[in-house]
């Protein structure tokens, strides 16, 4: 159980379908007005173009987020959790609803007060829909309890915030582990990332620091500091060279050491790339802003020097291989920009205007949403990790 766990749960991250196909169906994909266009000229009470093709191409009419790239025809807990978001971003209440009723309902068995979502969804070998794999994925918990948090600042909705804190709490309980050298840190899932007394396997991407500042801001328990500590730890100290891993090892007296056993064997790819993009929508005040902007420089470098982010790159050489999906570029953007990379990044605009994010891109959408969300000012992180979407104290 354990290895079919540990393989299972990297996989949903190895989405291979971020290129190619439905190249004619541009109008319901990542569009290319919203690639060049002026943040100044987009009014607050504007819809979301990129968020409605998202819609139209992906969720359901009862709010389940559909990947088409799975196997099972299904629906992952990140699916619902980044749709929350972006429904939030949006100023879209009426789907935040539906994506929150149809998690609470099928990922949760109605309750999400009781347990934290299941993090595969789907038809199984017997043609029967349901729950695949009832372990939970952390970072996914985090991106849902923040947007519940969040939405229910921003709408004044006190439900939202109790489930929340209740999701926060479970989080807590359930997904961290205190390792001998790094403190309480955030595992990826209950079940399947304590190797052995002495190892952990850990993932950077899972742990976006204004989430976890947000959680040390508004949270009560003292546990959060402890988390945001050990989080900067790991995303700053399993890069030694400048390129986030995927996944990396933490082994106690040792540190860190390559993941010789997982699919990446010691890349950075389709996890990593979200490493990037945390970090560049980092608030401009933000302590550890400049800290990770500095570290990743090689890979600000690289980016400069190919004209494109690489789909995968050894962390230890810095050695890549073919240029990365469109999606990519987009999730480049904001670290680029962050970094003082203008030329980098009117190289990456230029290139979603030639290679737009194809449609049926579930994974690509998303890091277009992301990146060109925040280009276009739809929505910022405060220092404390508050969200800012431009609607708020629209007129």
Not at 40 to 57: D, L, V
Not at 75 to 85: D, M, N, P, V
Not at 280 to 305: C, I, K, T, W, Y
Request: hydrophobic share 40%; proline share 5%; net charge neutral.
């Amino acid at each position: 159980m354990l290895r079919e766990l540990r393989m299972s749960m990297p996989r949903r991250r190895v989405l291979r379908q971020l290129g190619g196909g439905f190249g004619a169906l541009l109008t319901g994909a990542m569009l290319p007005s919203s690639v060049a266009m002026d943040a100044t000229a987009i009014s607050c009470k504007q819809k979301w173009p990129a968020w409605e093709a998202f819609k139209w191409n992906f969720i359901s009419r009862d709010g389940r987020v559909i990947d088409a790239s799975l196997e099972t025809e299904g629906t992952t807990s990140e699916g619902q959790s980044y749709a929350l978001f972006f429904a939030l971003v949006a100023n879209d209440q009426p789907m935040f609803e539906k994506v929150l009723n149809w998690t609470e309902n099928n990922l949760a068995d109605g309750d999400l007060t009781a347990r934290l979502p299941a993090w595969l969804w789907g038809k199984n070998k017997e043609g029967q829909w349901g729950v695949i794999d009832s372990n939970a994925a952390s970072d996914s918990d985090l991106w849902i309890a923040y947007a519940l948090g969040e939405a229910g600042r921003l709408w004044d909705n006190r439900r939202y915030i109790a489930l929340s804190s209740l999701m926060a709490s479970r989080i807590l309980r359930e997904e961290t582990a205190n390792i001998p050298g790094l403190g309480l840190t955030l595992l990826p899932g209950p079940i399947g990332f304590t190797l052995s007394p002495t190892s952990w396997r850990l993932n950077p991407s899972y742990m976006p620091l204004q989430l976890m500042q947000w959680f040390a801001e508004v949270g009560k328990d003292t546990r959060w500091a402890k988390l945001l500590q050990s989080s900067r730890r790991i995303i700053f100290e399993s890069a030694e060279q400048g390129y986030s891993p995927d996944w990396i090892i933490y082994e106690q007296d040792k540190g860190f050491r390559i993941d010789t056993e997982g699919d990446e064997k010691g890349e950075g790819a389709y996890n990593a790339i979200r490493v990037y993009l945390w970090a560049g929508m980092l608030a401009h005040e933000s302590e550890d802003r400049q800290r990770l902007l500095d570290r990743f420089a090689p890979m600000a470098n690289l980016v400069e020097q190919q004209g494109y982010p690489p789909e995968s790159v050894n962390i230890q050489t810095g050695r890549s291989n073919r240029a990365g999906p469109p999606g990519f570029s987009a999730a480049m953007l904001p670290f680029l920009a962050a970094s003082g990379r203008t030329e980098a990044v009117t190289q990456q605009l230029q290139r979603l205007q030639a290679s737009p994010i194809a449609a049926d891109s579930y994974y690509g959408q998303v890091l277009g949403l992301f990146g060109l969300g925040w280009r276009e000012q739809r929505y910022v992180f405060k220092r404390s990790g508050h969200l800012k979407p431009m609607w708020e104290g629209c007129r």
